[in-house]
């Protein structure tokens, strides 16, 4: 088995990061790192050249957390997913069948979450697995 | 299962596939040419050119719409990169016509996004009966550069709504639309309608009625009013059923679209007749909502929120592709690197997607204070552009695959002949529109720029910079313009229309 962890590089995932890390040591799991790049709004025009450059915008910062899993001696593995956050996260559930899903809470703030929808509380709804969500 | 962190990640591709459905598809190909915002745009000044053969005007200019939409299907098909005319027709026809092309595709974003606000604006307005304060130029002028930071805001945090909510909203636009035009078509026939009012006639589905000049102008703004309407064809596989659902779903919206533009059409003209309309030219977009007030009195609220609406989505809708064509110039190089920044946090081309949103601004600004029909200015512009790209991707339609039309009579007619009469069809459009404009006294308000009619001279304009903007990048020597021209490969196209796939 493993564990998910939902990482975009940002403040709140690398802080997610790091309770993964320690989970995955004293369970003794591998972690799969998981990103969504679609670009957000859909398909359209110019979608896979978007894409692309979220690939390469994101996947510098995706590797770097590979990395820092495994000097920490965890077998870690990246997995970039053609969806969104939530849903890259749903398809490795899906694929991979993971032990939980791991995900920083973020800090998208009151108004917006309520207008948009956070990340957090959409995986939980639509997860099978325990979501861990790092404040 | 674990790999090294040294290699690069894998993409998983199609994992979305299924995800849309039959409804769905439907309305995004309604979303895409927002009819409601495109009646209330256009209608008044085709029915000030064409006079009561505005029917047949909307009717005919779907004709080139219809074959232009066949090249972007069979485009969209062989190019992996879901790209649009710039892609394209940078493969087809070389670095120097794609350069082009993605520069008209960018301006068309700059060129319209203001006037969406502006009608959105207006049109909340008078839905809360603010009428006076919907005539204050000055107010719906803040209000509406205010409402495109706040949808530009909105695309780069990459949020939109949900698509339920968005299929809902489509159909509702429709719904009310279909209700004004049966309730207005009963009270014109009823004999209820304005003095002026007319019964219709087979006169009115003639476009050639009016004769040649009027009939070009009225034709280029029914190609803006389906402008958009292609990428209703371009849904591949991310529908439900992939091999019915898309045809299916074009062919419905396309047939939703043309009753409602022509219904609408025929209802106005029953209820108010064309010298109303004429008689409140000056109002331009604002008369709809005078005809809306007439035909369904306290409750036409239901059209000014459903062109309200239509104007605040689009925005978004026009906003997001301009910017992405940018991003895909920026990538290969044919415009500075800058533009294709992504921002790493919402994942959206964020420097790309400023700037469109703030030349758009400066845009509106500057042609609301120098023009006095600001509104058609620039959607007459506009549709300059629209008919240039339009047209360039149907020949590039049929150069990219010319090596294969003759291997079948589908090929032929659908990829060749299609799309490179519909390119003619617009380019014979585009001149005689030119010719047009190029006298200032044929203008929809009779005024004269240097000489020449307000929409030219913004096109001419528009496509000078370009062409300085394009020479200063061939200057440069990126290695954009490196690219050669190639043809289409056959792996990629089933047997039956000449490839080699099996």
Redesign the interface.
Known sequence: M?LAIGY???ESARHALRTAIDLARDLEE?LLIV?G???????????????????????P????A??QA?AAGI?????????DPV?ALE?VMEERSPRMLIVGYGQSGRI?AA???AIAPKLVERSEVPVLVVP | MSETAQERPEVQPGLEANAIGFVDAVSIGLNATSPAYSLAAVLGPIVVLVGVAAPGVLLASFVPMLLIASAFYFLNRVDPDCGTTFSWVTRAMGPWFGWMGGWAIAMTGVLVVGSLADVGVKFTLLMFGQDELAANQALVMALAVGLVLLMTWICIIGTDLSGRLQTVLNIAQVVALIIFAVVAIVKGATGNGLPGAELPTLEWINPFAAGTAALSAGLLLGVFAYWGWESAVNLNEETTDSSSTPGRAAIVSTFILLVTYLGVAIAVLMLVGPTFLADNAGEEEMAFALIAREALGGWGWIVLLAVAMSAVASTQTTIIPASRTALSMARRTAIPSYFGQISPKYRTPAVSTWWVAIVAIIWYVVVSFISENALFDSLTALSLLIAFYYSLTGIACAVYYRRLLLSSAKAFFLIGLGPVVGAILLLWLLVLSVIEMSNPENSYGGVSWFGLGPPLVIGIFLFALGAVFMIASRVADRPFWKERPSVVDPDLVPVSEGGDER
């Open positions: 493993s975009d590089g940002s591998s990103c790049v679609a670009p957000p709004g859909g398909m359209g025009e110019e979608y896979d050249i978007t894409e692309e450059a979220i690939v390469e915008e994101l996947a910062a995706v590797n770097a590979v990395l495994q077998e870690a593995e990246a997995i970039l997913v053609d969806a849903g398809t917006r207008l948009f929808g």
